[in-house]
């Protein structure tokens, strides 16, 4: 079992920046892939960024390409998601996910977290 906490959500003006942090706790969390998802009301939960277990391997949604940045201290257990650059598209709760395997596709992650509310104006 794995238990993920998120935080560093918030309130922020067009064009700047947030840092998410997910931290994790239970057995072999280290070994997990960890991503990003976020989720607006009467809209599916959408993929936004993954990183393998060792933290060599990244994927991110082209939507958001060259503006987040994923990484993960394993040492820490912790996961973060920085965001520059960000616009009113990105409004919305953010979750973050651990899985066995490295994908894109919700059913894909075991473990989630609660979501932190990341709220852009414009």
């Known amino acids: 079992q794995v238990q993920l906490v998120e935080s560093g959500g918030g309130l922020v003006q067009a064009g700047g920046s947030l840092r998410l942090s997910c931290e994790a706790s239970?057995?072999?969390?280290?070994?997990?892939?960890m991503a990003w998802f976020r989720q607006v009301p009467g809209r599916e939960r959408e993929f936004v960024s993954a990183?393998?277990?060792?933290?060599?391997?990244?994927d991110y949604a082209d939507s958001v390409k060259g503006r987040f940045t994923i990484s993960r201290d394993n040492a820490k257990r912790t996961a973060y998601l920085a965001m520059n650059s960000l616009n009113a598209e990105d409004t919305g709760v953010y979750y973050c996910?651990?899985?066995?395997?490295?994908?894109?596709?919700?059913?894909?992650?075991?473990?989630w977290g609660q979501g932190t509310q990341v709220t852009v104006s414009s």
């Open positions: 990183i393998s277990g060792s933290g060599d391997i990244t």
């Open positions: 239970g057995r072999r969390s280290n070994a997990y892939s």
């Open positions: 996910a651990a899985g066995s395997t490295l994908g894109i596709w919700v059913r894909e992650y075991d473990y």
